[in-house]
């Protein structure tokens, strides 16, 4: 049940991207439609078993999943945070991101869950996050966050890869590997965690297209 919650989520952000494509303002938002369609067709194959009955590993799919989804938000948060050294900030991160990701890859393999691969993803989503919200911190404007949808998107990008990142290293405790219900524990906090950046992402789409107004300026 909870796969089918997360996969109609993602078809309904996705098609909410489809409806507003054409008015998304700043146009760097529409690299999330292709990369919410990426997101669908992987997590389909995977949950209806089309890797594993063309005797494809899924692992290898997802690890390149992860390194494309730390470019594409690299490349929103990039075009809409209009300031200098935000921008230096995110460059620094995403280089450092990407290093740390493909020695991770080398070193501990993309054959099965990599979890040191997995926390340089989540960090570095977080701290995609976290540079817009210390933008609005430092900012002297009147922020009207409903209409600007960078602050719904760092909102869920930073709530799931929390959710993710708090799994990820509990799995690290030997006594959690071998408890029963481990898998039900991250199938709840993923779904969870799914509700929340989605409706996040969905919202962030419409404001996009209702107020016209880019975040960060």
Known sequence: MSFYI??????????AGLIYYKRMHPA??????????ITCLIEGFAYFGLFRNSGLNKNYFYAGFFLLQLYVFWRVFVC???RDRYIHFLNLVFSISLFLSVFTLSVWGAEKLNPYFLNVVCLCMISYGFAYYYLIYNSRDIRHFRKEPLFWISTGIIFVNFIHLLF?????????????????????????GNLVYYSCIIYGFICSSKFLKQAGT
Request: aromatic content about 10%.
């Open 6 to 15: 997360s996969f109609l989520l993602e078809i309904i952000a996705l098609a």
């Open 80 to 82: 809409m945070i209009n």
């Open 168 to 192: 990820v290293n509990v799995t690290f405790i030997e006594s959690f590997r071998r408890s029963a219900t481990n898998t039900e524990v991250f199938k709840i906090l993923n779904s969870a």
């Open 28 to 37: 760097a938002l529409r690299l999330l439609v292709p990369f919410l369609l």
